[in-house]
C-alpha cells in the first residue's frame, strides 16, 4: 500500500538520528526512575522521618501515574503534535525532578513523584510515535532496535547507578541527588529536542480528545493496579474486589469506543487496532506477559544479594550487569534482523531467555556461595542476549504496520500492558520469594531459586502467544502466495 503524504518519514539524514538519540536519553532516563529509587529508600526513610507507607508511595505513586497517563498522552500527541507534547512533558520532568530532591517533607515528595510519572508517562508514547513518524522500512527497526535497548538496559542498571549515586553523594541528604541528577540531563535533551525534533501537523479533525473514555481507562488501569501497589502490605487480599471491577471497567471503556467508532467519532483507543491491524493484539499481549518475569526478577536479586548475602547496593546491581549487557548489545543487533526474521526473532528470543533463566535458578540455589556471582554471570549473560531478541523486536513487530496518526495511542497502550503486567510481576515474584524464605525457615538460596525459576516459567505464556503469531504469519504468506499463483494462473490462460 502506499504511503500517503502525512505518513511519510519527517526529518532527513542525520538529524533524523541525532533526534532519536535525545528521546532515548530521555526514555532511558524516565524508565530508570522506576528503579533507581529503590536503592534511596532507607536513606529517604531516615532523612525525612517518613513512614515506611509513605515511603512506598514514592516508588508506587510514580508507577501508577505514569501508567495512567500513557494512553491519553499518546492519544493527545496524534491530536496536537509529538514534539509539542514531548518537549511540553520534559520540562515538566525537570521542574518536578527538582522539586522532589528539594522535598522538605515526605508528603511534598510523593506529590512531587505523582506529576514526575505523570510527565514521564507523556513522554513515553511520544517516543514510539516520534520513531514511526521519522522513519520507516529497515530504518525503523533499527531505530526500535535502539530503543528496545534503552528499555531493558535501563531496568536492569537502575539499582547500579542508584548505588553508584549514593556512593558519589554520601551523607544524610545524598538520596536528594537521586532526583536532581535528572535535571542537567533534562535541560540539555529539552535544548536539543526543541532543535532537533521534527515539526509535522497532526492530521485534521483528530484534535478532540474523549474524555469519557479517559476515564473509564483510567479508572480500571488504577482498579487494577491498586492491589498490586500494595501487595507488601496485603493489598491483594485486602483489595481483590477491585480486580473484577477493573475488569468490568475496561469492558465498558472498549464498549465505548466501538461506539465512538461506529459514530465516526474520534476514539482514545480505536477498536480497529486489535480487530484490523496485523500483528497488534498479538504484540501487546506477548509484552504485558513477558513484563511479568522480565521486571519481578530485578527486586528478587536485589533481596537476595543484598538481604540473604549482604551485599552492597551498588555490588548488588553490578552482578545482574552481565543481564544488562547481553539485552543492550542483542537488542541493537535485533533491530537489524528482525525485517528479516519477523516473529520466529522473539520465538528464539524467549526460548534463550528462558533457558538462561532457568540455568541461573539452579546456579543459585547450588553453586558455591563465595563464587556466586562468577557462576551466574554467563547464565545472566545467555538470558540478557535473548531478552534483546524479544523486547525491541516486539515492539517493532507490533507497531510496524499501525497508521502513524495512530501511532501515539498505539504506543501508548502497548506500554500500559508493560506497565501492568511489570505491576504483577513486582508483585508476584517478589511474594513468592518471601513465602519460600518463611517456610524453609530463612533458606535465601531455596527461595531466589524458586522465584526466578517462577520467572522463567512466565514466560512460557509469551512463548505460546509468539508461537501462534508466528503460524498465523506463516499461513497467511502461505494463503497470499497461493492467491497470487492462481491469479497469475488466470491471467496466462487469458487470450
Given at each position: 500500500?502506499?504511503?500517503?503524504?502525512?505518513?511519510?518519514?519527517?526529518?532527513?539524514?542525520?538529524?533524523?538520528?541525532?533526534?532519536?538519540?535525545?528521546?532515548?536519553?530521555?526514555?532511558?532516563?524516565?524508565?530508570?526512575?522506576?528503579?533507581?529509587?529503590?536503592?534511596?529508600?532507607?536513606?529517604?526513610?531516615?532523612?525525612?522521618?517518613?513512614?515506611?507507607?509513605?515511603?512506598?508511595?514514592?516508588?508506587?505513586?510514580?508507577?501508577?501515574?505514569?501508567?495512567?497517563?500513557?494512553?491519553?498522552?499518546?492519544?493527545?500527541?496524534?491530536?496536537?503534535?509529538?514534539?509539542?507534547?514531548?518537549?511540553?512533558?520534559?520540562?515538566?520532568?525537570?521542574?518536578?525532578?527538582?522539586?522532589?530532591?528539594?522535598?522538605?517533607?515526605?508528603?511534598?515528595?510523593?506529590?512531587?513523584?505523582?506529576?514526575?510519572?505523570?510527565?514521564?508517562?507523556?513522554?513515553?508514547?511520544?517516543?514510539?510515535?516520534?520513531?514511526?513518524?521519522?522513519?520507516?522500512?529497515?530504518?525503523?527497526?533499527?531505530?526500535?532496535?535502539?530503543?528496545?535497548?534503552?528499555?531493558?538496559?535501563?531496568?536492569?542498571?537502575?539499582?547500579v547507578v542508584g548505588g553508584l549515586v549514593l556512593t558519589l553523594a554520601s551523607g544524610p541528604e545524598g538520596w536528594r541527588w537521586i532526583f536532581y541528577v535528572n535535571v542537567?540531563?533534562?535541560?540539555?535533551?529539552?535544548?536539543?529536542?526543541?532543535?532537533?525534533?521534527?515539526?509535522?501537523?497532526?492530521?485534521?479533525?483528530?484534535?478532540?480528545?474523549?474524555?469519557?473514555?479517559?476515564?473509564?481507562?483510567?479508572?480500571?488501569?488504577?482498579?487494577?493496579?491498586?492491589?498490586?501497589?500494595?501487595?507488601?502490605?496485603?493489598?491483594?487480599?485486602?483489595?481483590?474486589?477491585?480486580?473484577?471491577?477493573?475488569?468490568?471497567?475496561?469492558?465498558?471503556?472498549?464498549?465505548?469506543?466501538?461506539?465512538?467508532?461506529?459514530?465516526?467519532?474520534?476514539?482514545?483507543?480505536?477498536?480497529?487496532?486489535?480487530?484490523?491491524?496485523?500483528?497488534?493484539?498479538?504484540?501487546?499481549?506477548?509484552?504485558?506477559?513477558?513484563?511479568?518475569?522480565?521486571?519481578?526478577?530485578?527486586?528478587?536479586?536485589?533481596?537476595?544479594?543484598?538481604?540473604?548475602?549482604?551485599?552492597?547496593?551498588?555490588?548488588?546491581?553490578?552482578?545482574?550487569?552481565?543481564?544488562?549487557?547481553?539485552?543492550?548489545?542483542?537488542?541493537?543487533?535485533?533491530?537489524?534482523?528482525?525485517?528479516?526474521?519477523?516473529?520466529?526473532?522473539?520465538?528464539?528470543?524467549?526460548?534463550?531467555?528462558?533457558?538462561?533463566?532457568?540455568?541461573?535458578?539452579?546456579?543459585?540455589?547450588?553453586?558455591?556461595?563465595?563464587?556466586?556471582?562468577?557462576?551466574a554471570a554467563p547464565a545472566l549473560l545467555v538470558a540478557g542476549l535473548g531478552s534483546g531478541c524479544v523486547i525491541s523486536p516486539n515492539v517493532t513487530m507490533t507497531l510496524?504496520?499501525?497508521?502513524?496518526?495512530?501511532?501515539?495511542?498505539?504506543?501508548?497502550?502497548?506500554?500500559?500492558?508493560?506497565?501492568?503486567?511489570?505491576?504483577?510481576?513486582?508483585?508476584?515474584?517478589?511474594?513468592?520469594?518471601?513465602?519460600?524464605?518463611?517456610?524453609?525457615?530463612?533458606?535465601?538460596?531455596?527461595?531466589?531459586?524458586?522465584?526466578?525459576?517462577?520467572?522463567?516459567?512466565?514466560?512460557?505464556?509469551?512463548?505460546?502467544?509468539?508461537?501462534?503469531?508466528?503460524?498465523?504469519?506463516?499461513?497467511?504468506?502461505?494463503?497470499?502466495?497461493?492467491?497470487?499463483?492462481?491469479?497469475?494462473?488466470?491471467?496466462?490462460?487469458?487470450?
Amino acid at each position: 500500500m502506499a504511503r500517503t503524504a502525512s505518513e511519510a518519514p519527517a526529518g532527513a539524514g542525520r538529524q533524523r538520528w541525532k533526534a532519536l538519540w535525545v528521546t532515548l536519553v530521555t526514555g532511558f532516563m524516565t524508565l530508570l526512575d522506576v528503579t533507581i529509587v529503590a536503592v534511596a529508600l532507607p536513606s529517604l526513610q531516615h532523612g525525612l522521618n517518613a513512614s515506611a507507607a509513605s515511603v512506598q508511595w514514592v516508588v508506587s505513586g510514580y508507577a501508577l501515574s505514569f501508567a495512567l497517563a500513557l494512553v491519553p498522552a499518546g492519544r493527545l500527541g496524534d491530536a496536537v503534535g509529538r514534539r509539542r507534547i514531548f518537549l511540553a512533558a520534559l520540562a515538566a520532568f525537570v521542574v518536578c525532578s527538582a522539586a522532589a530532591g528539594a522535598a522538605p517533607t515526605a508528603g511534598l515528595l510523593i506529590a512531587a513523584r505523582v506529576a514526575q510519572g505523570a510527565a514521564a508517562g507523556c513522554l513515553a508514547p511520544q517516543n514510539s510515535a516520534l520513531i514511526q513518524q521519522m522513519f520507516h522500512g529497515a530504518e525503523r527497526g533499527r531505530a526500535f532496535g535502539l530503543l528496545g535497548a534503552t528499555v531493558g538496559v535501563s531496568s536492569a542498571v537502575g539499582p547500579v547507578v542508584g548505588g553508584l549515586v549514593l556512593t558519589l553523594a554520601s551523607g544524610p541528604e545524598g538520596w536528594r541527588w537521586i532526583f536532581y541528577v535528572n535535571v542537567p540531563i533534562g535541560l540539555t535533551a529539552l535544548l536539543l529536542g526543541a532543535r532537533l525534533l521534527p515539526r509535522v501537523a497532526p492530521g485534521r479533525g483528530s484534535r478532540r480528545l474523549d474524555l469519557p473514555g479517559v476515564g473509564l481507562l483510567g479508572a480500571g488501569v488504577l482498579a487494577l493496579m491498586l492491589p498490586l501497589v500494595f501487595a507488601e502490605d496485603g493489598g491483594v487480599a485486602r483489595l481483590w474486589w477491585l480486580f473484577p471491577a477493573g475488569a468490568a471497567l475496561l469492558v465498558v471503556f472498549a464498549r465505548w469506543e466501538h461506539r465512538v467508532t461506529a459514530r465516526g467519532g474520534q476514539p482514545l483507543l480505536d477498536p480497529r487496532l486489535a480487530t484490523g491491524t496485523r500483528g497488534y493484539l498479538p504484540g501487546a499481549t506477548l509484552g504485558a506477559l513477558y513484563f511479568v518475569g522480565f521486571s519481578g526478577i530485578w527486586i528478587v536479586f536485589a533481596l537476595f544479594f543484598q538481604n540473604g548475602l549482604g551485599y552492597s547496593p551498588l555490588s548488588s546491581g553490578l552482578v545482574v550487569t552481565p543481564f544488562a549487557l547481553g539485552s543492550a548489545t542483542a537488542a541493537v543487533v535485533a533491530g537489524r534482523l528482525v525485517e528479516r526474521f519477523g516473529r520466529l526473532l522473539t520465538v528464539y528470543g524467549l526460548v534463550t531467555v528462558m533457558a538462561g533463566l532457568g540455568t541461573t535458578a539452579l546456579l543459585l540455589g547450588r553453586a558455591p556461595t563465595g563464587a556466586l556471582p562468577w557462576f551466574a554471570a554467563p547464565a545472566l549473560l545467555v538470558a540478557g542476549l535473548g531478552s534483546g531478541c524479544v523486547i525491541s523486536p516486539n515492539v517493532t513487530m507490533t507497531l510496524r504496520d499501525v497508521p502513524v496518526r495512530m501511532a501515539g495511542a498505539a504506543g501508548g497502550a502497548l506500554q500500559t500492558g508493560q506497565r501492568l503486567g511489570s505491576a504483577v510481576g513486582t508483585a508476584l515474584l517478589p511474594g513468592l520469594f518471601y513465602l519460600v524464605l518463611n517456610a524453609t525457615g530463612g533458606d535465601h538460596r531455596a527461595a531466589v531459586s524458586v522465584a526466578v525459576g517462577a520467572a522463567s516459567a512466565t514466560m512460557l505464556a509469551a512463548f505460546a502467544v509468539a508461537v501462534a503469531d508466528r503460524r498465523r504469519d506463516r499461513h497467511d504468506g502461505t494463503a497470499a502466495d497461493g492467491r497470487e499463483s492462481a491469479a497469475g494462473t488466470a491471467h496466462a490462460g487469458r487470450p
